[in-house]
């Protein structure tokens, strides 16, 4: 199993910066790709970014050029540079870690970003 836990929730205004972070651990070994998805109310989850274990990275159409997602193999956490941002990026966003030894999906409980002024 692997445990996520995210950090970095805040509220911003529009324009700012936020930079959110994500610690995994347990069966880290076992990880194939890391990212993030959001979630506002009333919605399906969307992935925003997601990074593979020989460190290729996709991202959602809605946040190229401002989002960059990173890895610290060492520390074993991940991050979300968020820059530029929209009172359309305001969500949950949850931290998650596929696992090629028992094929599932692991999630965060998720940090609130919310960008208002």
């Known amino acids: 199993q692997v445990q996520l836990v995210e950090s970095g929730g805040d509220l911003v205004q529009p324009g700012g910066s936020l930079r959110l972070s994500c610690a995994y651990s347990g069966s880290t070994f076992s990880i194939k790709t890391l990212g993030w998805y959001r979630q506002t109310p009333g919605k399906q989850r969307e992935l925003v970014a997601m990074?593979?274990?020989?460190?290729?990275?996709d991202y959602a159409d809605s946040v190229k050029g401002r989002f960059t997602i990173s890895k610290d193999g060492v520390q074993n956490t991940i991050s979300l540079q968020m820059n530029n941002l929209k009172p359309e990026d305001t969500a949950v966003y949850f931290c998650?870690?596929?696992?090629?030894?028992?094929?599932?999906?692991?999630w965060g409980k998720g940090t609130l970003v919310t960008v208002s002024s």
């Open positions: 998650y870690a596929y696992s090629d030894f028992d094929f599932m999906k692991y």
């Open positions: 990074l593979d274990s020989i460190g290729s990275t």
